[in-house]
């Protein structure tokens, strides 16, 4: 069965962020001042671009209606990854 366009998205989204988590790994460390506000325009660097991704990502993840029969099953998880520090 194929999968949804909408599943297909989030799980490449996921794995850019783990890509670019990788590559931010094993190059100089991340600086603060590097990341500006993930909601402003379009980003100029590969932690804006992460910053941006993981916003949208946390808030369809917010969006989950925790009462719905294909969300039920990862609830712990779905409430996990609704905190920003997570």
């Given at each position: ?55 949208l990502?946390?808030?369809?993840v917010?969006?989950m209606?925790?009462?719905n ?18």
């Open positions: 069965m194929t999968e949804s366009l909408g599943k297909r998205l989030f799980k490449t989204r996921l794995e850019l962020i783990a890509e670019l988590d990788q590559r931010q790994a094993t190059e100089s460390p991340l600086k603060a001042a590097e990341i500006r506000d993930a909601g402003l325009g379009h980003p100029e660097s590969e932690p804006e671009v992460r910053a941006q991704v993981a916003a990502l946390r808030t369809e917010a969006a209606n925790l009462d029969f294909v969300v039920r099953p990862r609830r712990k998880l779905i409430e996990k990854y609704r905190n920003s520090e997570a």
